[in-house]
């Protein structure tokens, strides 16, 4: 049989350096950087040594049956440093850098980078069989690592040869590559990063698990797997494992942070608040990022419910602060939902979070009341608004006319017109048709003509439907010489 060839270095594989630095600090499926990404042409890096530009013009250009004779006229002696960046750009040309990195390799010792740049150059591009003649010269020359292996994990994994990839992971004992739980994490990586292939990643784990202990950063990956593909069942599965093999530690945070997401977004938010309530008397509950993501999935879903549950968690008993943002989200949740006790509660406690309201905050709140009819709480947030110079917007001050005059409190629709005709600049055309309609609606035509007036002496422009109401109030009235003269006014403009 011929042994699967391991790709090379990807440029995102799981290491062991990379372990080491960030034990527990992951990304959904890790992917830390070994190498530097690979890029197709020499725009893709600040290249500026020539010799460089010149290896890279020639490897690019002249077909690979020529490239070493050309190579060997072009009277420049390449140095260890220049076959890693040369390499680095050549991920499109790979019969090229063969080519190269042989030729190269007759006047210098290849570092142990360069390798790992060549087999991850042939397993990108699924030269196999290549790829496994350079790591058989790999172990020649001492030059293996995890990282070739890693390599090899990612290369077949891309390609959907998972079972080539497991494969590699078998033989790697015949390289003198131990199979330890770092280089099991690094095929979990490789193989949770495809899409669809966490059934494949779960046989690998159940197989191996009995000889190698599996680790946090085991079950972290998994649980991001688990994540990625929406997977409730499993991932209650595996975190039951996890806590039983490993057990609670704060350091663990992504694979709780993980875990808790698929439960949130699995449509299962109450047995998240569980988990949370137990993660809690562990000392284990997560960070303002988890609550974050899950808060967005709640308000995605218009949980207010349970967003509320959460929130009260967050700030209560994990004592983070959340960011305006995420209160101004909230806020926007439970007014959607009605629920405007709560977000006028929250509104009173953020500056106990040093966070302090935005016109955004109180737009939202003020826009609630208006559409729940809260005329008397509306009118007092009103005045509290402008105390606190958080302007009302001109939407909300036409939605607030019409809903006091609907309430029947005209001298808080002229309060509220008192302020656009104050604050801006140019009069809002929509405020002042609700209040011609709503003095309209209430019979009070002498007032009504009297701010028409004003409002045409300012150029505002009637709509065309509040002229012709305007037009029956005062037809049914008998009063035509007071329409006729507002449509004389308005013929003027």
Not at 277 to 304: R, S
């Amino acid at each position: 049989m011929v042994e699967p060839k391991p790709e090379l270095a990807r440029s995102h594989t799981y290491t062991a350096a990379s372990a080491a630095a960030m034990p527990h600090q992951r990304s959904p499926i890790p992917e830390p950087p070994l190498l530097a990404t690979p890029s197709s042409s020499a725009s893709g890096l600040a290249v500026k040594d020539s010799r460089v530009r010149a290896f890279y013009e020639i490897l690019s250009r002249v077909p690979p049956a020529e490239v070493e004779s050309v190579l060997s006229r072009c009277g420049i002696t390449p140095l260890p440093e220049h076959v890693d960046v040369v390499l680095r750009l050549c991920y499109a040309f790979p019969a090229a850098a063969v080519k190269f990195f042989r030729w190269s390799g007759l006047s210098l010792k290849h570092t142990h980078y360069a390798w790992n740049l060549m087999v991850d150059i042939l397993g990108k591009n699924r030269m196999f069989e290549p790829m496994w003649d350079a790591i058989r010269s790999m172990k020649q020359e001492g030059a293996l690592s995890i990282a070739t292996f890693a390599s090899a994990f990612g290369s077949y994994c891309a390609a959907g040869l998972i079972k080539e990839a497991v494969m590699t992971f078998d033989v790697m004992d015949r390289y003198g590559i131990p199979q330890d739980v770092v280089v099991v994490n690094s095929l979990l990586s490789a193989i949770c990063r495809e899409d669809g292939r966490m059934a494949d990643a779960a046989d690998f784990f159940d197989r191996v698990k009995a000889t190698v202990a599996p680790d946090a950063d085991t079950f972290a990956i998994l649980l991001e797997g688990w994540e990625k593909e929406g997977n409730v069942t499993r991932a209650k599965n595996t975190f039951g494992e996890m806590v039983i093999r490993v057990g609670w530690n704060a350091k663990n945070m992504s694979a709780y942070d993980a875990f808790l997401i698929t439960l949130v977004r699995g449509s299962q938010p109450d047995e998240a608040v569980k988990f949370l309530k137990v993660m809690k008397g562990k000392n284990c509950l997560p960070g303002l990022k988890f609550f974050g993501n899950a808060l967005h999935i709640l308000i995605q879903q218009n949980d207010h419910v349970h967003a509320l549950a959460l929130w009260n968690i967050m700030v209560t008993d994990s004592g983070l602060i959340p960011s305006l943002s995420m209160c101004n989200s909230m806020i926007t949740l439970l007014c959607n939902n009605g629920n405007l006790d709560a977000a006028y509660r929250l509104l009173d406690e953020m500056p106990y979070y040093g966070v302090f309201p935005d016109p955004l905050t109180y737009n939202t709140i003020f826009d609630c009341m208006i559409r729940n009819k809260r005329a008397r709480e509306a009118e007092s947030f009103f005045t509290e608004m402008r105390k606190n110079e958080q302007l009302p917007s001109p939407k909300n001050c036409a939605a607030a006319i019409r809903m006091f005059f609907d309430q029947y409190n005209p001298s808080a629709a002229v309060e509220v017109w008192g302020f656009v005709t104050e604050v801006f600049v140019s009069l809002d055309n929509e405020c002042a048709n609700e209040l011609l309609l709503g003095f309209r609606e209430l019979g009070r035509l002498s007032e009504l003509r009297r701010y028409a007036d004003e409002m045409l002496d300012r150029g505002v422009e009637l709509r065309a439907s509040t002229v012709e109401k305007l037009k029956t109030a005062f037809y049914k009235a008998g009063r035509q010489d007071a329409y006729d003269r507002i449509l004389r006014r308005l013929k003027q403009h």
